[in-house]
T-cell receptor, first 113, second 108 residues
Framework: SQTIHQWPATLVQPVGSPLSLECTVEGTSNPNLYWYRQAAGRGLQLLFYSVGIGQISSEVPQNLSASRPQDRQFILSSKKLLLSDSGFYLC????????????FGPGTRLTVL | ELKVEQNPLFLSMQEGKNYTIYCNYSTTSDRLYWYRQDPGKSLESLFVLLSNGAVKQEGRLMASLDTKARLSTLHITAAVHDLSATYFCAVDGGKLIFGQGTELSVKP
């Protein structure tokens, strides 16, 4: 069966510091991978998605970036965090069948102070 | 641009009662997904609806899809406290577009 991991689970960072969040998937090959952010108030915002190694599509221009160095690894980064980057970051994978059901990781709660 | 609207956004129910959450979307799609999110937790997949007229049931929850009306419903039967959570619909427009979520609170 497939599993998805994210770390760290919780992170508190000062404004202006760098960020690296990691997501890995087990039990599947060549998954589509996604980064979402959920700010207070519930809405999910798609940040990045990837259909393969080195292939990144950005949905929202901002100070975040994503990379996919390996088939089942997806990384979200920032060089300098802003207060507005606080939120719940969710990684998801999909592409199991010919439809777009996505399966979410446990999330990383980021607080920028 | 595909837009997805859920209503109500907040729902307080008594145990044993029935209620329906509505998910309306703005452009053609025949694929829709329902997720559940417990407080502080991630999203859990509940239902996958892949065609007009699709109906799925799991316990006290039943989801349906009417692609002509661009409407999906999540019906709750005889609510229990364990169903308290936020429920999201997501419409497949190439990417998943999520509704705002419906926060359900079931009280004894």
């Amino acid at each position: 069966s497939q599993t998805i991991h994210q770390w760290p689970a919780t992170l508190v960072q000062p404004v202006g510091s760098p960020l690296s969040l990691e997501c890995t998937v087990e039990g599947t090959s060549n998954p589509n991978l996604y980064w979402y952010r959920q700010a207070a108030g519930r809405g999910l915002q798609l940040l990045f998605y990837s259909v393969g190694i080195g292939q990144i599509s950005s949905e929202v221009p901002q100070n975040l970036s994503a990379s996919r160095p390996q088939d089942r690894q997806f990384i979200l980064s920032s060089k300098k965090l802003l207060l507005s980057d606080s939120g719940f970051y969710l990684c998801a994978w999909g592409g199991l069948a010919n439809y777009n059901e996505q399966f979410f990781g446990p999330g990383t709660r980021l607080t920028v102070l | 641009e595909l837009k997805v609207e859920q209503n109500p956004l907040f729902l307080s129910m008594q145990e044993g009662k029935n209620y329906t959450i509505y998910c309306n979307y703005s452009t053609t799609s025949d694929r829709l997904y329902w997720y559940r999110q417990d407080p502080g937790k991630s999203l859990e997949s509940l239902f996958v609806l892949l065609s007009n007229g699709a109906v799925k049931q799991e316990g006290r929850l039943m989801a349906s899809l009417d692609t002509k009306a661009r409407l999906s419903t999540l019906h709750i039967t005889a609510a229990v406290h364990d169903l308290s959570a936020t429920y999201f619909c997501a419409v497949d427009g190439g990417k998943l577009i999520f509704g705002q979520g419906t926060e359900l609170s079931v009280k004894p």
